[in-house]
């Protein structure tokens, strides 16, 4: 029982009781056993309406008043991670920031791993568009990349990755101006636990979900 009931004026919870108390009409002879069961669901069920009474009278939060805080957290958090996206990229100028923060939405799995089906099958094409768009060609290792086993990842002349930069969870689409080329490490590391992309759509999540 919470402590606001606690205050609640109990003898408009006997009196209503006992109201309650007087509809009562056995069908047969009821024990005196039987009357204190009667009368204590009735000092409950009076209570419990009190108490709903109660939380029914308490002012609505107005969530609304904290929206402009929540954007003005993923616009920081956003213009971070387009600044460590650069700083990684090897054509950072190809990177432009057209996400709005206060329009960012988390996906949901299925379409995410829609949108990402969709992505390896055009995969070759908007790299191409990407390449006419930037009028230069999408880097390729010059040497081999090994991963920490010492096991070798890319072979040269592979291509770097492609990363979404505004990331298809999060609402990006398959387009040739939503893509930038990355090394791998480089991005894995912007999708790693700590990187800026992560970062970004657990701010996301959180918004939401607040």
Same mark, same amino acid.
């Given at each position: 029982m919470s402590g606001e009931f606690l205050h609640t004026d109990v003898k408009d919870i006997k009196s209503e009781a006992s109201e309650n108390y007087k509809d009562i009409k056995p069908e047969k002879? !009821? %024990?005196i056993k039987d009357i204190k069961a *009667?009368? +204590?669901d009735e000092f409950k069920k009076a209570a419990n309406d009190k108490a709903s009474d109660n939380e029914m009278s308490k002012p609505s939060v107005d969530n609304t008043k904290n929206e402009p805080e929540k954007i003005k957290v993923l616009e920081e958090v956003k213009d971070k991670y387009i %600044?460590?996206?650069k700083s990684k990229s090897d054509c950072p100028? %190809? +990177?432009k920031d057209n996400i709005d923060a206060s329009k960012l939405e988390k996906t949901s799995p299925e379409e995410? *791993? @829609?949108l990402r089906e969709e992505f390896e099958q055009n995969k070759k094409d908007l790299i191409a568009q990407w390449e006419k768009d930037n009028n230069t060609e999408w880097p390729k290792y010059t040497e081999p990349v090994y991963n920490v086993d010492g @096991? !070798? +990842?890319k072979k040269v002349g592979y291509r770097y990755d492609a990363h979404h930069i505004q990331p298809l969870e999060l609402g990006g689409k398959n387009e040739a101006s939503n893509i930038t080329p990355l090394d791998c490490k480089k991005h894995q590391e912007v999708h790693s636990k700590n990187g800026t992309c992560t970062n970004l759509v657990e701010k996301v999540k959180g918004a939401q979900n607040e």
């Open positions: 002879e !009821m %024990s *009667a009368v +204590i %600044s460590d996206l100028e %190809s +990177i995410n *791993a @829609k @096991k !070798m +990842i």
